[in-house]
């Protein structure tokens, strides 16, 4: 954070944030953010004193600490910002660590946030909970984690920082944002978790360093979710060289970039696939290792004058390969979803921005 209040110190909570009066009506109030440009097109909740306080109470900071500056208008988005954009969106106090949390990483220079905010592509801040917080705050893990299994906090927690950076940074499409489509996360964001005790791989979380104790959203810049789905495949080696194939699509932003070395793919398997996949590769860098090996697309697949280009931009190997990824470690392997098997869902990267986690920090 860029001004915290000690731990332990006195805090200073006096709400500065301009007061609106409005007829206790929640029409009213919807009808008045549409006017004034708060609104992501969703029905908002109201942000009351009551609503708020409870938000605030639920971190050990001031309602002034600030988290860090929100692009593309580069203003400072503190506490009391950050929890009257959550209120709008339903966060309860429990998710509302989460929030605080996520705005901290997209903060961090290697998310590359004013270029996420103004980009025609439909890249938003996707985010991906690890940690023992999962369950009391609401956050779907299992059958239909990416939308549709209603979890308080899947369904709040990414809404709450998309209007942060709606109302707080100014994203805003035909304005700072160039969005030729938008995206569904655009509005209602993205919010899931791992289903960690499913996986036969440490969590997210703990390949970056944290405790399997702490509490950690780690924020991907992602393009949208692109589904995928197998039924003939036995052999666990055949079906991840799909997988790889599948995800390095030739139109994909990974291939407009200049340099193979930036951005991330986050590839979320169902648990009946993560433990055959465990199995074959136990450890989980040498899955990683394997999918690298194949995630890339033969020079003949564009036409000449693309050629041309990626020729020039260096990214044709010796053997006429146009690979995805300079690192195995650009593919983010999460364990996710139902039993129902068949599926997995790709997070394809905008190509200039790097996931960021950070440790979720409560109050007491």
Known sequence: MKHVSPRGSARIDALISPRVSVDDDVHAYNALARREGWSDGLPLFPPTEDLVRPLLDA????????????APKNRECSIELAAINAAMAGVEPEGF?????????????RFSLYGVATTTGSVIPMLIVNGPGRDPAGIDYRDGCMGGAAGTGSATIGRGVTLCLRNVGGQKVGDTSRSVFGQPARAGGLCFAEW???????????QRGFSAADDVVTVHGGMGTHAMADINCDDDHELLMLLAKSIAFPLGNKFLAPTAGKGETVLAINPVWAQRFGRTFPDIADCQAFLHEHAWQSIDVWPPSGQAILERKGRVDANGRVR????????????????????????????????????????G
């Open 59 to 70: 971190t050990p900071y001031a309602a002034s600490d600030v988290i860090g500056v929100l």
């Open 97 to 109: 660590p989460y929030v605080v949390a996520a705005l901290e990483a997209l903060c961090d220079d």
């Open 196 to 206: 960690e005790e499913q996986s036969p791989w440490p969590s997210l979380a703990v």
């Open 324 to 363: 995805l990824n300079d690192r195995p470690d650009q593919i983010v392997l999460v364990v996710c979803g139902g039993l129902g098997n068949l599926h997995a869902v790709a997070l394809p990267s905008w190509s200039d921005s790097e996931s960021v986690s950070a440790k979720v920090v409560r109050d």
